[in-house]
Every structure is written in structure tokens, then in C-alpha cells.
């Protein structure tokens, strides 16, 4: 490169320690870098989520005639779908209706809440229609192998806890961004036993709420009670609420509404386990209140013998004392809510 040449390429610039440097070869191009994404062809597709995400589910199925599918009417089965305008029709209960295939999904997103000790975690999944229960489980529980000390995992769905089965999530009616409660470590909860006998006959229903107080000699954390179940055939609508005080005007930490029924081949006089979201605080000497109020008359078994001091599991004192505002006759020496859930 010539004199000439060389003064055309360089220029005086002031450097980081402020002193006035020659700079050469300023118009040199150097060459394109390349994302590390880009030449990744695993990469390619960003949307993707990674293949060892323990809450990914390839798609089973597309939109084709005959496949389950979400709609706003309900699940049904696609009868036709039309491409070019983007409809598709579908059967709901025995009616064709016909959608924009952006209003239906044959992917649900749901919510899994799981709990390891102290600690909460939510994610959202989005499942295909068609999977089974079961399928949720071992992709749980394979997410967590790796982990010291695991316990089988536990749902649970709308306060009843789920078996691994082949029903397909279909058939828990779940609507978008249902909730599942996912538990393992924290392992099997504590119990205390109210009642020391049960007997068939108490009357629930009618605008009346079952309800008891308690405190606890430890902090403990409080994962749900249980329920006498119905008499009636397939089970009674419930709505259940925990209080963090001694009445039904204190402050609503959690609630829930579902069929309470007692589980096939069991007798009317084994109760029905309810679990909240998640583990609730109760500091010794604060009071947290059950209720449970049943939305059809019917009768039940409820319990007697009770004491208004019990000890349960883990040598953990309970005290108990009525509900202020729940009306149905439960007290602490009989009625409903047999059992609290708790763990140290």
C-alpha cells in the first residue's frame, strides 16, 4: 500500500486513556457472524419447547373428522373441517355447531401446582385432549426421578385426589387453566380423628353449613379434612371454604365447589378426603375454620364421641370449638368434618 493509500485508510482517534492514537486499515469490512442459533438447526424452530421439558406433550392428533376437541360449547367430535375458510363443525352433545378453528383446541392448557415442602411451584401445560390421566402421572413422576427421597407424586383435581387410570383428561370436563395440586416430598399427610364412632343420620342441605374451629399446640400446615359423604346416589354438590379465625366472617383463605360422593365399593360411613391448593400456615395460638354446605338435602352419617381437646398424629394437640356462623348443628362433639389434614 502506498503513502497515499495508507493516510486514506487511517485516521486519529482519541484511545480509552485519552491519549490521540494512529488508527490503519479503518475501512477494512470484516466478515458476517453467524448467530450460533441460526447455524443450530435445532434452533431452527424457536417455538418448540425442548424435548426433555418435563411438561411437553407432542401433539397426538390434528384437527381431522372424528378426533376429540375443545370448543366453547363443550367437548365433541369433529365432524368436517373446511380449510380454505377455516371452519370447523363439531358434535356437542348431540348438536353440530359450526366454529372458527381459532376458537377451538385440540391442546388444553392447564395449571400444575406443585408442592415440595415449603416450596410452590405453577407451570403452565398444554396437554392433547386425548391424553389419559395415567400419561400425567408418569410425566410428572419422570420429571422428578432424579430427586433424593421421592415419594410417589399425588394429584389431585378439584379437592379429590386422582387415580392413574386410563380415562382421558376429557373426561374431567376441564376447562382452560384448570388447576391440578401436585405433591410428593411432602409425603402423607398427618390426621386427627375427631370422632371415636359415626352413625347414619344427619340432615345436610337446605341452606344449612357444617363448620368447626380449631387451634393447634404446633405450627403446622394444614392440607384439608374430610367430609361424611351422601346418602344419595351419585353424591351432592358442596361448597367448602377454610377461615383464617373462629368464624365465617373472618378472612377466606381457600374454596371450592364439588360433588362429594362416597367412592364405589365403600360404605356411607368411610369419609371423603378434601385437599386444598396448597398447604395453608397455622401459627399456635391463631384459629383456622372448616365449613361445608351441602347444596341438596340429603342425609349422611356424622360423627360422635368427640372432645374439644384431641391429640393427632405427631403429637400435635387440637383444640375445638364451633364455628360462629355455621349452623348445622356440627360442634365438638359430633356432626361433620371428621378429620383435619396437617403437616408438621
Known amino acids: 500500500m502506498s503513502t497515499e493509500e495508507e493516510q486514506q485508510h487511517s485516521i486519529w482517534q482519541i484511545d480509552s486513556q485519552n491519549h490521540w492514537k494512529l488508527y490503519k486499515n479503518t475501512d477494512y469490512k470484516l466478515p458476517t457472524l453467524k448467530d450460533k442459533e441460526d447455524e443450530d438447526p435445532k434452533n431452527k424452530s ?20 372424528g378426533t376429540t376437541i375443545c370448543t366453547p360449547k363443550g367437548y365433541g367430535i369433529i365432524q368436517s373441517v373446511d380449510p380454505e375458510k377455516n ?19 385440540n391442546e388444553l392448557p392447564i395449571t400444575i401446582v406443585f408442592l415440595k415442602e415449603a416450596t410452590k411451584i405453577e407451570e403452565i401445560v398444554h396437554l392433547p385432549v386425548n391424553s389419559t390421566i395415567k400419561e400425567l402421572f408418569e410425566r410428572i413422576e419422570s420429571s422428578r426421578s432424579t430427586e433424593e427421597n421421592l415419594v410417589d407424586i399425588k394429584l389431585y383435581f378439584a379437592g379429590k385426589e386422582l387415580e392413574k387410570s386410563d380415562e382421558t383428561l376429557e373426561k374431567l370436563k376441564l376447562n382452560p387453566y384448570s388447576k391440578f395440586l401436585a405433591t410428593s416430598s411432602m409425603g402423607k399427610p398427618s390426621c386427627i380423628k375427631r370422632f371415636t364412632s359415626s352413625q347414619n343420620g344427619w340432615c345436610i342441605g337446605g341452606g344449612g353449613i357444617d363448620g368447626i374451629s380449631f387451634q393447634a399446640s404446633k405450627n403446622i400446615r394444614v392440607i384439608g379434612f374430610s367430609l361424611y359423604p351422601p346418602t344419595s346416589a351419585g353424591g351432592v354438590e ?24 362416597k367412592a364405589d365399593g365403600e360404605p356411607d360411613s368411610k369419609p371423603v378426603k378434601v385437599l386444598f391448593d396448597r398447604p395453608y400456615a397455622l401459627k399456635t395460638g391463631d384459629h383456622f375454620s372448616c365449613t361445608a354446605a351441602f347444596t341438596t338435602s340429603s342425609s349422611c352419617h356424622y360423627g360422635s364421641g368427640g372432645e374439644v381437646t384431641v391429640v393427632g398424629e405427631n403429637e400435635v394437640s387440637f383444640t375445638f370449638k364451633g364455628c360462629t356462623g ?6 365438638t362433639g359430633s356432626g361433620q368434618i371428621p378429620e383435619i389434614f396437617y403437616y408438621v
Request: glycine letters at 4%.
Open 46 to 65: 424457536k417455538n418448540k419447547p425442548p424435548a426433555d421439558s418435563p411438561f411437553f406433550f407432542n401433539k397426538l392428533k390434528q384437527e381431522v373428522k
Open 87 to 105: 371452519l370447523i363443525t363439531v358434535k356437542v352433545q348431540g348438536i353440530i355447531h359450526e366454529f372458527d378453528k381459532n376458537d377451538v383446541m
Open 238 to 261: 358442596c361448597n367448602m371454604k377454610l377461615f383464617a379465625g373462629d368464624n365465617t366472617k373472618s378472612q377466606l383463605l381457600w374454596s371450592s365447589t364439588t360433588t362429594i360422593s
Open 326 to 331: 355455621a349452623h348445622n348443628g356440627t360442634s
